[in-house]
């Protein structure tokens, strides 16, 4: 008999096919009701107290895309494994390779969901999301995120990657067939009058070519700007999904591009990447060492199309001195636009007092705060603009 045309399970077997669902969907892989129904038929085809059969079934049934596949596999050993009932499942049957792999950076989304109380009780409870209050999403809209709990980090890195930006699109010099271009496609026009015996029936046209404007951004990975460089690396995470041509370098000491690191699917798994490729994360600051790095070697290839700077940094340089306005020049030259998110204008009274930040203030397009979640919202809107808002206000150096 079909699988499809079996009844599906009902009681203990059902509940916790239900809960180990709802555990999937707060960990990030997308499961349906749908889903569920096929699970419950597929357990029917195979021995329920095969540990690696029923592994194997639910993840098949369950996991679309590879980079789920240790999530699920994170998510089954913990499920199962706090689920008393289920013990009989628990046997030395060994699980696929792949299963016993390292945990996944993922994993701790895993846990958390699985902490719940609708997670850690039999799964008979109506699944309930947590909600924060309009006043608590106010107050964490101003909040600053070196202020923030653990709680409070992950809503906002929950609302970060929900972020999308809006396509700013330049106008190119290339040209592609238009029906309303205003240039006429002389060469395509002649070639289709050929069927008709010279006579031009049809005028094709051509149209500029629109792309979204390049974005490259150098984060300060220093012990000060720690917080605000892991939240920020989040929305990075968030837009690259959208627009390929985004390029993220790290500075501390030195320069390193975590491009590559940063387009894993997972945010997460793309973080620890980052971590891993860094080697002077929380230490000193070299702007203008970084910044000549950056400009003798990725300068040419990355800026040469209308490229959008964004520097993320606090300007407090260990070395202030004329090659750090030197090189803040270069690279102000080099792009469209110089934005510099510096994490200390969240002080009302700022005043740029600090050797380098006076040296590099007079290169930048904006000078913005990036210290909570208001400030990269605003960012988002200054970037869905091709070009700098005509109004723009700048902190000029004390005397």
């Known amino acids: 008999m079909p699988i499809n045309h079996l009844d599906p399970p009902t009681g203990l077997i059902a509940d916790n096919v239900v809960g180990f669902a709802r555990a999937?969907?707060?960990?990030?892989i997308p499961v349906g009701p749908g889903a569920v129904i096929d699970a419950m038929n597929a357990l029917q085809a195979i021995e329920i107290g095969n540990r690696a059969d029923v592994f194997t079934t639910l993840e098949s049934v369950f996991v679309k895309r590879h980079e789920h596949m240790l999530i699920f596999a994170q998510a089954f050993e913990l499920f199962f494994r706090a689920a008393e009932d289920w013990k009989h499942m628990l046997d030395s049957v060994p699980l696929p390779d792949h299963a016993r792999k390292k945990p996944p950076p993922a994993s701790r989304r895993v846990q958390e969901a699985l902490s719940q109380p609708q997670m850690s009780e039999v799964p008979q409870a109506r699944e309930q999301e947590l909600r924060l209050l309009v006043s608590d999403r106010e107050v964490l809209q101003k909040k600053d995120f070196a202020q923030m709990s653990a709680a409070e980090i992950a809503e906002v890195t929950r609302a970060i990657?929900?972020?999308?930006?809006?396509?700013?699109?330049?106008?190119?010099?290339r040209y592609q067939p238009d029906k309303r271009g205003l240039r006429l496609d002389m060469r395509r026009t002649l070639r289709g009058s050929l069927r008709t015996g010279g006579d031009i029936i049809y005028i094709h046209r051509l149209g500029r070519i629109d792309k979204p404007a390049p974005i490259v951004a150098l984060l300060d990975i220093s012990g000060s700007m720690s917080e605000y460089t892991r939240l920020f690396l989040?929305?990075?995470?968030?837009?690259?999904?959208?627009?390929?041509?985004?390029s993220v370098f790290l500075f501390g000491t030195r320069l390193t591009n975590v491009t590559r690191s940063l387009r894993a699917r997972d945010p997460d798994e793309a973080l620890a990447r980052c971590s891993s490729t860094v080697q002077?994360?929380?230490?000193g600051t070299r702007i203008?060492?970084?910044?000549?790095?950056?400009?003798?070697?990725?300068?040419?290839?990355?800026l040469g199309q209308g490229a959008i700077v964004l520097l993320i940094s606090d300007g407090l340089e260990r070395e202030a001195?004329?090659?750090?306005?030197?090189?803040?020049?270069?690279?102000?030259?080099?792009c469209r636009r110089l934005i510099w998110l510096n994490p200390l204008l969240r002080y009302g009274g700022f005043e740029a007092k600090a050797q380098g930040i006076?040296?590099?203030?007079?290169?930048?397009?904006?000078?913005?705060?990036?210290?909570?979640?208001?400030?990269i919202q605003g960012l988002v809107a200054a970037l869905s603009s091709a070009s700098p808002p005509h109004h723009v206000s700048r902190i000029r150096p004390a005397a």
């Open 24 to 28: 999937l969907r707060a960990a990030g």
């Open 280 to 283: 002077d994360w929380a230490g």
């Open 288 to 302: 203008a060492t970084s910044l000549h790095t950056f400009n003798k070697l990725w300068g040419r290839r990355l």
């Open 358 to 375: 006076k040296m590099m203030l007079p290169h930048v397009d904006e000078f913005r705060p990036v210290h909570n979640l208001s400030s």
């Open 321 to 334: 001195d004329a090659r750090l306005a030197f090189e803040m020049d270069r690279l102000h030259r080099s």
């Open 234 to 246: 989040h929305f990075l995470h968030a837009i690259t999904d959208a627009r390929k041509r985004v």
């Open 161 to 173: 990657e929900q972020m999308r930006l809006p396509q700013a699109e330049l106008r190119t010099r």
